[in-house]
């Protein structure tokens, strides 16, 4: 049973502060360089990781990426551009086919974020 996903940054502060600004996350249980936000999202710290694994974090590898649906895009993206934030995009905002509209962004560690409108059926 999958219970979380687990990604790794830099700056466990300003990470939780990215992801509740933008997505709306919550702190559930903080301790020793990790943090689990609603959603089942965690934070570990980039230290900790890599003594765990002996191992460095790679930033914009894009090898994974965090998918949120958001119905207002425009404002979500209005914060990520306030000057908060180092902003770096994947993908510019686009609307696609069925009229959803999709970015995909970086977060402060370089972790890779798809936005979309909800899919709505009429």
Known sequence: MLKNILIV???IEKSIEFYRDLFG???ILQNEGNVILSEGLVLQ???LWGKT???ISTPFNNRMELY???FDIDGLLAKYESGKYFVRYAT???EIAGGQKLVRLYDPSGNL???RTPFMCN
């Open 92 to 94: 510019e905002l686009a």
């Open 68 to 70: 949120f649906e958001e």
């Open 9 to 11: 940054v830099d700056d």
């Open 45 to 47: 710290d980039a230290g």
């Open 53 to 55: 694994l002996d191992e």
């Open 25 to 27: 996350l919550e702190v």
């Open 113 to 115: 974020i798809e936005v």
